[in-house]
């Protein structure tokens, strides 16, 4: 079945340590996005790529970065510079304006 | 700058009444609308869109929304509500022009009591 991937459900880390999440699709879209939610706020964009070995900062993109090597393959680390890290992290991926495919999401405590 | 709101954060509706969640946002220009579900614990799930055309969409589980210009909404409706649609209900807006981003509202949880 096709779909997006994210891995770790929960991590949990202390403060200071970077920690990267996982995101892998086998849909074949060019576009892929990572969003941070927190109660009462909605999404937030923090980085997003339109194709292989591009990628654009969103709303919030300090303290985090991305790679985007393969057209698969999203990950995003969450690093120490980060003030507030604990969140629910959602990976997606589109091929088409708006119509965005989700992952189950990483759920991410830092103490 | 584009904006969405969801003014309401719930509403609650007995099973077989009719829903509506509310959503107005606040772009220039033409924007694309959309409409998102979560489950506890789970990434959204697509609903319907609003691309052009007719200003009525028609989406996943029954559900369907009207886009009016004039009052820059566009309500997520449906006439029967079940039990089942209990979850966090997001809007959300995109400009081409803004590489097709989507910005979200904060999202309304829909309550259905049987």
């Known amino acids: 079945d096709g779909g997006i991937t994210q891995s770790p459900k929960y991590l949990f880390r202390k403060e200071g340590q970077n920690v990267t999440l996982s995101c892998e699709q086998n849909l074949n879209h060019d576009a892929m996005y990572w969003y941070r939610q927190d109660p009462g706020q909605g999404l937030r964009l923090i980085y997003y790529?339109?194709?292989?070995?591009?990628?654009q900062k969103g709303d919030i993109a300090e303290g985090y970065s991305v790679s985007r090597e393969k057209k698969e393959s999203f990950p995003l680390t969450v690093t120490s510079a980060q003030k507030n890290p604990t969140a629910f992290y959602l990976c997606a991926s589109s091929h088409e304006a708006g119509n965005l495919h989700f992952g189950n999401g990483t759920r991410l405590t830092v103490t | 700058a584009q904006s969405v709101a969801q003014p309401e954060d719930q509403v609650n509706v007995a099973e077989g009444n009719p829903l509506t969640v509310k959503c107005t946002y606040s772009?220039?220009?033409?924007?694309?609308l959309f409409w998102y579900v979560q489950y506890p614990n789970r990434g959204l799930q697509f609903l319907l869109k609003?691309?052009?055309?007719?200003?009525l969409v028609k989406g996943s589980y029954g559900f369907e929304a009207e886009f009016n210009k004039s009052q820059t909404s566009f309500h997520l409706k449906k006439p029967s509500a079940l039990v089942s649609d209990s979850a966090l209900y997001f809007c959300?807006?995109?400009?081409?022009?803004?590489?097709?981003?989507?910005?979200f509202g904060a999202g309304t949880i829909l309550r259905v009591k049987s």
């Open positions: 959300a807006v995109s400009l081409p022009e803004y590489g097709n981003k989507l910005v």
């Open positions: 790529s339109q194709i292989v070995n591009d990628f």
């Open positions: 772009v220039s220009g033409n924007p694309y």
């Open positions: 609003y691309i052009t055309g007719d200003n």
